[in-house]
């Protein structure tokens, strides 16, 4: 599976942004797909996953209330809707897939090249 993550760029602090992370090769409706963040100078940090079926979506306490994860299994695509950003949102996002489970930690088999979202104040 390759991921291929995109809809990074810069926005003002409030504003919104919505990351897909399309997959090719093969089709990963059967993965759970998780999104991850850096900061520079920082530790790569879990933002959010989605099971599967879509049925099950996880949040860091941090995003909760202002990203939606969600997917399209005919367009082999996950989304990230980033709303309210702040400027504590700039990093390079990341998506990732794996079979089986969700998970809060990166211990995921196929990773994307990340976009870069920067929030300005």
């Known amino acids: 599976v390759q991921l291929q993550a995109s809809g990074g760029g810069l926005v003002q602090a409030g504003g919104s942004l919505r990351l897909s992370c399309a997959a090719s090769?093969?089709?990963?409706?059967?993965?759970?797909v998780g999104w991850f963040r850096q900061a520079p100078g920082k530790e790569r940090e879990f933002v959010s996953t989605?099971?599967?079926?879509?049925?099950?979506?996880y949040y860091t306490d941090s995003v909760k209330g202002r990203f939606t994860i969600s997917r399209d299994k005919p367009k082999n695509t996950v989304y990230l809707q980033m709303n309210s950003l702040k400027p504590e949102d700039t990093a390079v996002y990341f998506c990732?897939?794996?079979?089986?489970?969700?998970?809060?930690?990166?211990?995921?088999?196929?990773w994307g090249q990340g976009t870069l979202v920067t929030v300005s104040s």
């Open positions: 990732a897939a794996k079979p089986r489970g969700s998970s809060r930690l990166p211990l995921y088999d196929y």
């Open positions: 989605i099971n599967w079926s879509g049925g099950s979506t």
């Open positions: 090769g093969r089709t990963f409706s059967n993965y759970a």
